[in-house]
């Protein structure tokens, strides 16, 4: 739904929308940015550094405050700054996107009138507007809930993507020899039981370029598939921007990847997507959101899942939910996303 935003409800204060969780959350809950600054004009964002970026280029945000949880700002000092900024701004109402006590707090403390966040949240008591959390639905339906516009969706790519940073990523491509199609590899995650082991296999066994995705952290794992590519391979782990590195994985064939942010940001910019589940499943709302993407995952094993995140060592010590899914199992995968794909790319440049 597009609409011009409502001169009278601007004028009764700005709107804050508060997402300090993972990068991955950050690019789900663009959407409802989109929806708010359809109401409201466009929005104030707190969001951590690393997701700042990433929002900061969208149309319907006016200004990223980046909230740096765990580093500059940790601690009663770097939470009292924040406040004393979010007071000062005297926003009229704020969207608490992270079901936390310290989002709670700050939007509280800062005195904004109009407090709306989750029912279920620890924080939910200091709300002005507790919404109902959707139950069995993507992590995008339960942020688009907030807005309470009755809307259900798969948005169109929505992530915002400065052409200089496309530019960046196909001169990346270029000098790696990479022209023609290619097939995106996310190896990592910060969680260690979603790493699926077998991605260097699998590269062995492309026929198309591949380029490893990922942050510093995943530099090892990168170049570890990019050393078995049978065909031509380059690794974008750490040496490109979040944004260089979402344009990489827009101009990809296809994405294999963990659940990771990786998926989220294919979800974004358009690109399918074949993913492998291991310790956590789809239905906590964080898997693919178009019919031709592919899941991949054990079919009957009963300790899935075992936590929300997924934990840093298999709890039982097995780790089957990955090393049972086979390389087979992902090819396969890979050729139905990688047929769909064509066909969805095809009816994208006709538009």
């Not at 709306?116 to 507790?130: E, L, N, Q, V």
């Not at 492309?206 to 990019?226: C, F, H, K, R, S």
Request: glycine share 8%.
């Amino acid at each position: 739904m597009n609409r011009e935003p409502d001169a009278s409800s601007i004028e009764r204060g700005r709107t804050l929308v508060i997402q300090t969780a993972f990068i991955g959350d950050a690019v789900l809950t663009i959407p409802l940015l989109q929806l708010l600054a359809a109401r409201h004009g466009p929005v104030d964002v707190v969001t951590t550094p690393a997701a700042a970026s990433l929002v900061e280029a969208h149309p319907a945000v006016r200004r990223v405050i980046p909230y740096d949880k765990r580093g500059a700002d940790r601690g009663w000092r770097g939470f009292r700054r924040m406040v004393r900024s979010l007071r000062d701004n005297q926003y009229g109402r704020v969207y608490l996107a992270h079901r936390s006590w310290r989002s709670a707090a700050l939007a509280w403390l800062a005195r904004i009138p109009e407090r709306i966040g989750f029912a279920d949240a620890p924080g939910a008591p200091s709300y002005t507007r507790r919404i109902p959390t959707p139950q069995g639905v993507h992590a995008i339906d339960r942020y688009d809930a907030l807005a309470e516009s009755g809307e259900r969706r798969v948005p169109e790519p929505w992530l915002a993507l400065p052409e200089r940073d496309r530019q960046a990523a196909s001169t990346w491509l270029l000098a790696r020899g990479i022209e023609g199609p290619f097939i995106a590899i996310a190896p990592g995650s910060i969680w260690g039981t979603k790493r699926w082991p077998y991605f260097p296999e699998l590269a062995a066994r492309l026929t198309l370029p591949v380029v490893a995705i990922g942050g510093a952290q995943d530099q090892e794992l990168g170049a570890g598939v990019v050393e078995r590519a049978a065909a031509r391979g380059a690794n974008a782990a750490g040496a490109l921007t979040l944004r260089e590195s979402a344009a990489v994985v827009e101009r990809a064939t296809v994405l294999v990847t963990n659940d990771s942010a990786p998926l989220h940001l294919a979800s974004a910019v358009g690109t399918p997507i074949v993913a492998i589940f291991g310790p956590t499943v789809p239905a906590f709302g964080f898997g693919p959101i178009r019919p031709g993407d592919r899941v991949v995952e054990h079919p009957n094993l009963p300790c899935r899942p075992c936590s929300q995140h997924g934990p840093k060592v298999c709890p039982l010590g097995h780790h089957r939910c990955m090393k049972d899914v086979t390389v087979d199992q992902v090819l396969s995968a890979l050729t139905e996303v990688q047929n769909t794909g064509e066909a969805r790319r095809a009816v994208h440049r006709r538009n």
